[in-house]
């Protein structure tokens, strides 16, 4: 909750104040940061010969981020497979447990387009593993 509540003061910043970059080496070269010059939000900052082409990316941050992308749509894949999950829920000792996990990880959603009122409807009409 202190992370959510962190990320939530950040992106509140940045929508209301700028935001100042004032790093004076280049995170790729270490040398001194000169024009032109390249600032992602994340706070790298890179000469633009540094970066290479057609970077719309921080190459820093890309891997971590492609990979939480990844993990994303895995989750979003499997939360198609309404079987698994029934399966999961009547299976486990805490059924409510399972359903707070899909949440969690935001399988489930209010704003996905009927899959998580199917599993709503669904769970309501078998909720024997309660």
Known sequence: QEDTLAMRKEIQ???TNARIFQLSKCTACTFTLD???V???CMHSFH???LGDNEKECPECAPEYRSILEMKRNLE???KDQDRFFHQVKNSKDGFSVIA???GKGIISKTSNGSSSDLRA????????F
């Open 13 to 15: 910043d940045l929508r």
């Open 35 to 37: 024009l032109p010059a």
């Open 39 to 41: 600032h992602f939000m």
């Open 48 to 50: 633009l010969r540094c």
């Open 77 to 79: 894949q499997n939360s």
């Open 101 to 103: 996990e899909y949440f």
């Open 122 to 129: 669904a769970a309501s009409s078998s909720n024997s593993a």
